[in-house]
C-alpha cells in the first residue's frame, strides 16, 4: 500500500554530510518502494530552488531565517523551527490540491507542494525544521519518528573546540558554549519525547540515546542500520587504472581517510602512527581527504612526524568511489560520537578493507566480518602496529577484496532500511 511519508531535516541535497545522505538514501529507497515521499529543508542559499524533485522525492525548501545580533544565535533555531511549522500547515492544510505540472512525476501527480491529505509517517531529522514539524497539525495525524544519531549537546560542546589539537590539554567551554549546548540537549529531549517511535543506526547509537534522555519510559526504540548503494559504490573494472588517475603508484601501499577534520575523528594520533609505520615500511603513503578547522595544525604535524602524507581536501562525492576503489586500506580511527560511520560501509562495498578502532559503531559493523579489522586502542603505536600487522595482511590477502564487498551487500541496503521504517508506520500515531 502507497503510503504518504515527510521527512524533514535541515539541511538537504544539494548539501552533502552523514545525515544528509542517510536522509536522500533512505528516502530514494522508499520511493523505490512505491510511496510518495516529500522533504521539507532550508533554503540556505538564494540560488537554490523552492521546489524541485530529485531521485524521486520532491523537495520543498523554507527560507533560512538568520536572526539579528546580539541574540541571533539563541533565536536562530526557535525561528526556523517556527518557519518550518507555517510551511508545514499552509501548505499541507490551506487550500484545494494544485494540478500537477506536465511532465511531473507519477509520485506526485495530481498533489500539491506536499503531500494531501495527512501524512501516514513523518521522519525528523535534528534540529530547527524538526522542532516546527512536531509542533504541526500534521503531526498529530502521523507517526512521527525520531531519527537520532548523536547527542546534540555533546557535539555542539565538542564542535566549540574544534580548531584544538587533539592532544591539547582541554580547555573549559564558555559560559554561552555551555548554555547553547544545554539548549540543543533540552530541545533534543523534549522532540523525543513527543516522538511516538526513536530510531538509531546503531546500537552505539542506542546508548548514547539512552544517556541522553535517561527517561524513555516505554517509548518505542528501533536499531535500523542505515544501507550502502552497492551500485555506486563498486570494485574498479581496473583499479589500477583508477590508481593512475589519482597520482598514485603501482607499487605503493595507499591508506586513505575521508574525514571531517576535528579532533573527535582521531587524525592526530593517526599521522603519528603512520609516522612510526612508515619508518618501517616506506612504500606507505597516507591520503587524508576533508577539510575542517584542524587541518593546518594536522598538515603541521604530518611535516615533523615523517612519511608521506597527502591531504586531498573535500572529496566530491563523485569521486568518492574512486578513491575508496583504489585504496589498499581505508583508516577509521575515531574516538567518540560516530554513530554509524557511512564511510565505512562504502569502502567494504567497493572491495576495500576498513581497519578501524574498537570504538563508537565500528565493533558492530566490522567484527562480524573479522575481528582483525579492529585496533585495541586509539594511541600511535597500536595503530602503526595494526596497520603493519593485521592492515597490511588482509589488504594483500588473496579474496579479501571479495569477502569486504560480499558482506557490505548481503547485511547492508537502503531498500533493508526503508522496510524497516515501513513497518514503523503499523504502530499508528500515540493518542
Not at 547509537?205 to 519510559?217: F, H, N
Not at 542505515?226 to 598514485?248: E, I, K, M, Q, T
Request: aromatic share 6%; with cysteine; proline share 8%.
Amino acid at each position: 500500500m502507497q503510503m504518504r511519508i515527510l521527512i524533514v531535516i535541515d539541511n538537504f541535497h544539494p548539501l552533502i554530510g552523514g545525515a544528509e545522505q542517510a536522509a536522500l538514501e533512505s528516502g530514494a529507497a522508499l520511493v523505490r518502494r512505491g510511496h510518495r515521499v516529500d522533504v521539507l529543508t532550508m533554503r540556505k542559499r538564494p540560488e537554490w530552488s523552492a521546489e524541485e524533485e530529485f531521485r524521486g522525492l520532491r523537495i520543498v525548501r523554507f527560507d533560512e531565517r538568520i536572526p539579528p545580533k546580539p541574540f541571533g544565535r539563541l533565536l536562530y533555531e526557535r525561528a526556523n523551527a517556527a518557519a518550518a511549522r507555517r510551511t508545514l500547515d499552509r501548505q499541507l492544510w490551506a487550500g484545494p490540491p494544485r494540478p500537477a505540472p506536465p511532465g511531473a512525476s507519477p509520485n506526485h501527480a495530481g498533489q500539491g507542494r506536499l503531500a494531501r491529505p495527512a501524512y501516514d509517517l513523518i521522519l525528523l531529522h535534528p534540529i530547527a525544521a524538526a522542532a516546527g514539524a512536531l509542533q504541526s497539525r500534521a503531526a498529530a495525524r502521523a507517526v512521527v519518528v525520531y531519527c537520532f544519531h548523536a547527542p546534540l549537546g555533546q557535539e555542539h560542546l565538542l564542535s566549540a573546540q574544534a580548531a584544538l589539537a587533539d592532544d591539547a590539554p582541554a580547555r573549559p567551554p564558555s559560559l554561552w558554549v555551555r548554555f547553547a549546548a544545554w539548549r540543543r540537549a533540552a530541545r533534543q529531549r523534549a522532540a523525543v519525547e513527543r516522538a511516538d517511535v526513536v530510531t538509531c543506526p546503531s546500537q552505539y547509537s542506542r546508548d548514547l540515546l539512552a544517556e541522553t534522555v535517561p527517561r524513555l519510559g516505554g517509548k518505542p526504540v528501533a536499531v535500523i542500520p542505515w544501507g550502502v548503494d552497492a551500485d555506486r559504490f563498486c570494485p574498479a573494472a581496473d583499479r589500477a587504472v583508477v590508481r593512475a588517475s589519482l597520482g598514485w603508484a603501482p607499487d605503493e601501499v595507499i591508506l586513505l581517510t575521508v574525514r571531517r577534520l576535528v579532533p573527535r575523528m582521531g587524525l592526530g594520533q593517526l599521522i603519528r602512527a603512520f609516522g612510526l609505520a612508515s619508518a618501517r615500511e616506506p612504500r606507505l603513503r597516507l591520503v587524508v581527504g576533508g577539510e575542517g578547522l584542524l587541518r593546518a595544525h594536522l598538515e603541521e604535524l604530518a611535516r615533523t612526524a615523517g612519511g608521506r602524507v597527502d591531504f586531498a581536501g573535500l572529496v566530491p562525492p563523485a569521486d568518492l568511489p574512486r578513491h575508496l576503489q583504489a585504496a589498499d586500506l581505508f583508516l577509521l580511527p575515531s574516538l567518540s560520537l560516530e554513530a554509524f560511520g557511512l564511510v565505512t560501509l562504502e569502502a567494504l562495498a567497493c572491495g576495500t578493507p576498513v581497519l578501524a578502532t574498537r570504538r563508537c559503531a565500528s565493533p558492530e559493523i566490522l567484527g562480524p566480518l573479522d575481528e582483525r579489522l579492529l585496533i585495541a586502542s586509539t594511541d600511535a603505536p597500536a595503530i602503526a602496529e595494526a596497520i603493519l600487522g593485521p592492515g597490511l595482511l588482509v589488504a594483500a590477502e588473496p579474496g579479501f577484496r571479495d569477502r569486504c564487498r560480499a558482506y557490505a551487500v548481503e547485511n547492508y541496503s537502503w531498500d533493508r532500511t526503508a522496510a524497516a521504517f515501513e513497518g514503523l508506520a503499523a504502530r499508528g500515531p500515540a493518542s
